[in-house]
């Protein structure tokens, strides 16, 4: 039996590209990410139609939960928020812009050492790798077969993938991944496939 995962990443928010937003609440889509989320869900629904979509779940934070939300309504299936699913734990740099970044040693560090480096205060890749291995293998346990769309957040969707290609976490730049894109993961016991990469919504 095979489970079908759809690694959404949220839609654009207005802080996107200029401050790591990480966990800090009241980020909510801005009026493009708003329409980007509409589309992918109009795409989406059409594109699983074929198979039973099982759930539809979301990262706890507001981008994402808008994101989801027009999918579930969509499949008319409810909106079930999941903690695995949650952005990285960025710690003390939560909030910050990525300009002030740059001349943070520690920053560097993560970008040239994923690895092994973290956040101070924060989550390790392996951290955002093992909470998401296992919560996929608990969707496998409950829905043996089927589809499920799980919306969630750049470097989530980066540490899984490459987990399931069998890179290291250095590797997490050679992936792409836009806001309101789609990438999808075969998970059986036999393994796992990349079935598609970074779909970007049109």
């Known amino acids: 039996m095979t489970l079908v995962v759809h690694l959404i990443r949220h839609a654009a928010h207005g802080l996107l590209g200029r401050v790591l937003t990480g966990r800090m609440p009241g980020v909510p889509l801005s009026p493009e990410g708003r329409a980007q989320a509409e589309r992918l869900a109009g795409r989406l629904a059409g594109r699983l139609a074929g198979a039973p979509v099982r759930a539809v779940q979301t990262s706890p934070l507001e981008r ?3 994101t989801a939300a027009p999918i579930a309504a969509r499949l008319n299936l409810p909106l079930d928020t999941a903690p695995a699913l949650d952005e990285i734990d960025f710690g003390a740099w939560t909030g910050r812009s990525f300009d002030a970044l740059q001349d943070d040693p520690d920053w560097r560090r ?34 043996p077969d089927g589809q499920v769309a799980l919306v969630s957040h750049c470097d989530v969707i980066r540490a899984t993938l490459l987990l399931y290609l069998g890179l290291s976490a250095d590797a997490y730049d050679r992936i792409a991944v836009d806001p309101a894109s789609v990438s999808t993961v075969a998970v059986g016991d036999w393994g796992a496939r990349i079935l598609t990469l970074n779909e970007a919504c049109p």
């Open 64 to 66: 994402a939960r808008e």
């Open 110 to 143: 993560w970008n040239g050492a994923r690895g092994l480096a973290r956040p101070p205060g924060g989550e390790s890749m392996a951290a955002v790798q093992a909470r998401m291995r296992d919560h996929i293998e608990d969707l496998r346990a409950a829905h």
